[in-house]
């Protein structure tokens, strides 16, 4: 540990596009998601078939989170046998209904990441304070993300089935040329302004394994490089969207530091991070009809101060 750079070391020449789109920014790159990639991500439609990539909260198998994290309860608050007594409300005409709530993680699940989410130094994307995010993100929140909603072209990168496997393996990498060397091996470039979605099948471990899944947890994943970050800049890649929990790597082998890239292109480019996808049906489906690209749209909840939201982004071919 004492070996690990400061990430604020390892990133102090890294790109970012703070300033960029004001000083009041606090979607980041999805705005280079402006009306002519909604219709861009339009045009890829052709059957009309819809997938939708939450997964299940409260599945019986199991819900996989971030070490730390515990999945998400719901209670039953409630239901027919509530008016077995006579303490349930009554109402005129005798209307009876369920009820319930949820205790959760907002990255938990299927999840949108503020941009608020991570930082170092003690400032977050755009410049802002991260004071402010005592008691509640005041700036950079997941709400104007959720107010804006997401929509554009999306390209599936199977990562799995490029390399010829069920799942990726625990610690394994990818580059950015992978990616590109992936999506070419499919039929269809990654073009500028493109929604990455990238399956690993990584979680298929999780169901597998139950709780040896999280010993010596490394997920596998993009892993830092300058270059890559430049790339993901120059691309102007306004959405990162994974069927892992972290969307990267989770220490990069170079330095040892965690998470380096939810702070290279999270806090420093915009880059918007969703997590812990479903990929399989939609990875089956573009495998069967060798189509990869669609319309991805997604909105994560209107949470005021949060640092996340669930979302059950949908994608229509
Ligand atoms: C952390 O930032 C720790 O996790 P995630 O981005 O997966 O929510």
Redesign the pocket.
């Given at each position: 540990m004492t070996n690990v750079p400061f990430v604020g070391d390892l990133l102090a020449n890294s790109p970012t596009n703070w300033g960029k789109w004001g000083d009041d920014d606090e979607v980041g790159s999805l705005n280079y998601l402006g009306p002519e990639q909604v219709l861009r991500g339009v045009s890829q439609i052709k059957t009309g078939s819809v997938f939708t990539l939450q997964r299940l909260i409260g599945d019986p198998k199991g819900d996989p989170v971030?070490p730390g994290r515990s999945p998400a309860v719901r209670s039953q608050l409630l239901d027919e046998s509530s008016w077995d007594n006579d303490d349930a409300p009554q109402f005129p005409g005798g209307l009876h209904y369920a009820d319930d709530t949820i205790n959760a993680f907002l990255?938990g699940s299927t999840?949108y990441?503020a941009l608020g989410?991570?930082w170092y130094d003690g400032l977050l994307w755009n410049g802002y304070d991260a004071r402010g995010t005592v008691g509640g993100l005041s700036k950079a929140s997941v709400e104007p993300i959720a107010a804006r909603g997401v929509a554009g072209r999306g390209i599936l990168l199977d990562l799995a089935r490029f390399r010829g496997k069920d799942h990726l393996d625990k610690g394994e990498t990818f580059t950015h040329e992978d990616l590109v060397a992936c999506a070419e091996s499919q039929g269809t470039p990654i073009e500028p302004r493109d929604v990455l979605i990238i399956r690993t099948n990584f979680l298929q471990l999780f169901f597998e394994q139950g709780d040896a899944f999280y010993e010596g947890f490394v997920e596998p994943g993009l892993v830092y490089s300058p270059e890559l970050v430049e790339w993901f800049q120059q691309m102007e890649i306004p959405n990162l969207v994974t069927d892992t929990?972290?969307?990267e790597v989770t220490s990069d082998p170079a330095s040892g530091v965690a998470?380096v890239l939810?702070n290279a292109l999270m806090r420093n480019l915009g880059v918007v991070?969703t997590?812990i996808c479903d990929l399989e049906e939609l990875a089956e489906s573009c495998a069967r009809d060798g189509q990869y690209t669609f319309l991805y749209t997604a909105a994560p909840l209107k949470i005021a101060k949060a640092s996340?939201s669930p979302v059950n982004p949908l994608v229509i071919k």
């Amino acid at each position: 540990m004492t070996n690990v750079p400061f990430v604020g070391d390892l990133l102090a020449n890294s790109p970012t596009n703070w300033g960029k789109w004001g000083d009041d920014d606090e979607v980041g790159s999805l705005n280079y998601l402006g009306p002519e990639q909604v219709l861009r991500g339009v045009s890829q439609i052709k059957t009309g078939s819809v997938f939708t990539l939450q997964r299940l909260i409260g599945d019986p198998k199991g819900d996989p989170v971030w070490p730390g994290r515990s999945p998400a309860v719901r209670s039953q608050l409630l239901d027919e046998s509530s008016w077995d007594n006579d303490d349930a409300p009554q109402f005129p005409g005798g209307l009876h209904y369920a009820d319930d709530t949820i205790n959760a993680f907002l990255q938990g699940s299927t999840q949108y990441d503020a941009l608020g989410h991570v930082w170092y130094d003690g400032l977050l994307w755009n410049g802002y304070d991260a004071r402010g995010t005592v008691g509640g993100l005041s700036k950079a929140s997941v709400e104007p993300i959720a107010a804006r909603g997401v929509a554009g072209r999306g390209i599936l990168l199977d990562l799995a089935r490029f390399r010829g496997k069920d799942h990726l393996d625990k610690g394994e990498t990818f580059t950015h040329e992978d990616l590109v060397a992936c999506a070419e091996s499919q039929g269809t470039p990654i073009e500028p302004r493109d929604v990455l979605i990238i399956r690993t099948n990584f979680l298929q471990l999780f169901f597998e394994q139950g709780d040896a899944f999280y010993e010596g947890f490394v997920e596998p994943g993009l892993v830092y490089s300058p270059e890559l970050v430049e790339w993901f800049q120059q691309m102007e890649i306004p959405n990162l969207v994974t069927d892992t929990i972290a969307n990267e790597v989770t220490s990069d082998p170079a330095s040892g530091v965690a998470l380096v890239l939810h702070n290279a292109l999270m806090r420093n480019l915009g880059v918007v991070f969703t997590e812990i996808c479903d990929l399989e049906e939609l990875a089956e489906s573009c495998a069967r009809d060798g189509q990869y690209t669609f319309l991805y749209t997604a909105a994560p909840l209107k949470i005021a101060k949060a640092s996340g939201s669930p979302v059950n982004p949908l994608v229509i071919k």
